[in-house]
């Protein structure tokens, strides 16, 4: 089964400033990479799908990128309201996993 | 409005079973593929299983950590989907969630229930 693998395991960052959270695929998977958002106490919520593919509602400072094995999820301007876990899911094939999770804080 | 409903959730003992169901409406059940994920306190997501639609022959997927024990099932004339845990060990503890895919754009979609919080514990 392919692997996901996200760094950092959190990180810590100033309002205002650029984040970037890696996932990476032990093997390719093209473009089949979503990306969540779960705040704490909540249930997660999409924010990108097809890896760079914003989901409907979701502000325009989080972008998504990579295709194959390597993946970015990138906040440009990071907001108090971005505190929460970020996860990756890959899902060409069965079974759909998930990276470990980001755990973004602000400084 | 799009909702997932989750059900069945509780406390149960080691070696027990338990089902859940996903009540679902807003949306065209038979167009989707439903997910189940989990989610112990403190930890990460980790998929657990899913069930196709009719046209892709209802074919189910299982997390090797519940293969063999749990069955995902779905009725589309109810618009439902169940979860059969069996055999249940106390590491499958969590809350469990389902979650739509759309089988028609083959993406995930952002509905998901709530979730229901099953305790594996004596």
């Known amino acids: 089964d392919i692997q996901m693998t996200q760094s950092p395991s959190s990180l810590s960052a100033s309002v205002g400033d650029r984040v970037t959270i890696t996932c990476r695929a032990s093997?390719?998977?093209?473009?089949?990479l979503a990306w969540y958002q779960q705040k704490p106490g909540q249930v997660p919520e999409l924010l990108i799908y097809?890896?760079?593919t914003l989901q409907s509602g979701v502000p325009s400072r989080f972008s998504g990128g990579g295709s194959g094995t390597d993946f970015t999820l990138t906040i440009s301007s990071l907001q108090p309201e971005d505190v929460a876990t970020y996860y990756c899911?890959?899902?060409?094939?069965?079974?759909?996993?998930f990276g470990q999770g980001t755990k973004v804080e602000i400084k | 409005e799009v909702q997932l409903v989750e059900s069945g959730g509780g406390l149960v003992q080691p070696g027990g079973s338990l089902k859940l169901s996903c009540a679902a409406s807003?949306?065209?059940?038979?167009?989707?593929?439903m997910h189940w994920v989990r989610q112990a306190s403190g930890k990460g997501l980790e998929w657990v299983g899913r069930?196709?639609?009719?046209?892709?022959?209802?074919?189910?997927a299982y997390a090797a950590s519940v293969n063999g024990r749990f069955t995902v099932s779905r009725d589309d004339s109810e618009n439902t989907a169940f979860l059969q845990m069996n055999g249940l060990k106390t590491e499958d503890t969590a809350v469990y969630y389902c979650?739509?895919?759309?089988?028609?754009?083959?993406?995930?979609?952002?509905?998901w229930g709530q979730g229901t919080l099953v305790t594996v514990s004596s």
């Open positions: 899911q890959k899902y060409n094939s069965a079974p759909l996993t």
């Open positions: 093997q390719g998977i093209s473009n089949y």
């Open positions: 097809a890896a760079s």
């Open positions: 979650a739509r895919f759309d089988e028609i754009a083959l993406v995930p979609t952002p509905n």
């Open positions: 069930i196709r639609n009719k046209a892709n022959s209802y074919a189910t």
């Open positions: 807003g949306f065209t059940f038979s167009g989707s593929a």
